[in-house]
């Protein structure tokens, strides 16, 4: 079967650092995604991963290991308007985005 | 500015009624998706279009109908609503067809409906 998995809350305080994990099933692979959402928005692209690896996009880098089913999305110098719900997703040998149930992050000041 | 539009943003609707859905996109992109966003649960598509003239159904399709008659519109269609159709469906576009690209969408901003 598929799963995708990650945590439901995390709470991060301005200036910081967070990492929010992905982890996931598939017998087939395309590529895994990061979508940031705010509340009572649309989600928007933040990256795609289908090599192993970390790529870096100004604060925030997404890393991919496929032998372990694994990603993360990091945030550096957290602000307040990364408050937001971060959606993770792969694509799988269908060519179906299987999205997880998304990580709302809290930033504190 | 270029986009997806929604409507409406929201409405109540009594079970058994019929509504749809509107999205229109100015990006000129082939493929376009709608998916429902449920508390708890991923984004589940619902159906999808690579190209205008033609639709799939995605993973939760049951209760639900789609057209594509050009490149710009993708109305969902409920055909008799039932309280679990109550959720945020989210229309969604992409340049190319899902497996040539690098999967980006572009989402809309959401219409929410409850079915009472």
């Known amino acids: 079967g598929q799963n995708i998995d990650q945590p439901t809350e995390m709470t991060a305080t301005e200036g910081a650092i967070v990492q929010i994990n992905c982890t996931y099933q598939t017998s087939g692979f395309n590529g895994l995604f990061w979508y940031q959402q705010h509340a009572g928005e649309a989600p928007t692209f933040l990256s795609y991963n289908v090599l192993d690896g970390l790529e870096e996009k100004g604060r925030f880098s997404s890393f991919l290991s496929r032998s372990k089913g694994y990603s993360y999305l990091l945030l550096k110098e957290l602000q307040m308007k990364d408050s937001a719900s971060y959606l993770c997703a792969f694509m799988d040998s269908n060519y179906q985005l299987i999205w997880g149930a998304g990580t709302k992050l809290i930033i504190k000041p | 500015i270029a986009g997806i539009t929604q409507a409406p943003t929201s409405q109540i609707l009594a079970a058994g009624r019929r509504m749809t859905l509107r999205c229109t996109q100015d990006?000129?992109?082939?493929?376009m998706y709608w998916y429902r966003q449920d508390l708890g649960l991923g984004l589940r598509l619902i159906h999808y279009?690579?190209?205008?003239?033609?639709?799939g159904k995605g993973e939760v399709p049951d209760g639900y109908s789609v057209s594509r008659a050009n490149t710009d519109d993708f109305p969902l269609t409920l055909a008799s609503a039932v309280p679990s159709q109550t959720s945020v469906y989210f229309c969604a576009s992409s340049e190319r067809r899902i497996d040539s690209s690098t999967g980006e969408l572009f989402f809309g901003e959401g219409s929410r409906l409850t079915v009472l």
């Open positions: 990006m000129r992109h082939n493929a």
């Open positions: 279009s690579n190209t205008a003239g033609t639709t």
